[in-house]
């Protein structure tokens, strides 16, 4: 079983930028396809992005095209997301996800990831 640990969560301010990490140990994430995901207070848990093991290939979901880029590190097992021109509404729980089946299984955006890390609260102050 694969373990994922995010980080970089924080407190920001209307449009700021922040950037998250998630480090895989445990198994090699060699062929996963890997993913963030989130859920604010009272919402449902919403699918940002997925991404191939080697970063080759990723989908981003509409509303997060154009502030938000992930992107990964094979050679590190670390997956990044980068996100710009934060607004109160991406507060949020973040969580970094693995899905063990490979890329070309990928059912955009209903990714069925099988793996979680713990989560990484994001709060943007307006």
């Known amino acids: 079983q694969v373990r994922l640990v995010e980080s970089g969560g924080g407190l920001v301010q209307v449009g700021d930028s922040l950037r998250l990490s998630c480090t895989a140990s445990g198994r090699t994430i060699s062929r996963y396809t890997m993913g963030w995901s989130r859920q604010a207070p009272g919402k449902e848990r919403e699918v940002i992005a997925a991404?191939?093991?080697?970063?080759?290939?990723?989908r981003v979901a509409d509303y997060a095209q154009g502030r938000f880029t992930v992107s990964s590190d094979n050679a590190k097992n670390t997956m990044y997301l980068e996100m710009n021109s934060l607004k109160p509404e991406d507060t949020a729980v973040y969580s970094c996800a693995a899905d063990s089946r490979p890329w070309t299984a990928l059912d955009w955006p209903h990714v069925g990831f099988d793996s979680w890390g713990q989560g990484t609260q994001v709060t943007v102050s307006s």
């Open positions: 991404i191939e093991y080697d970063g080759r290939s990723a």
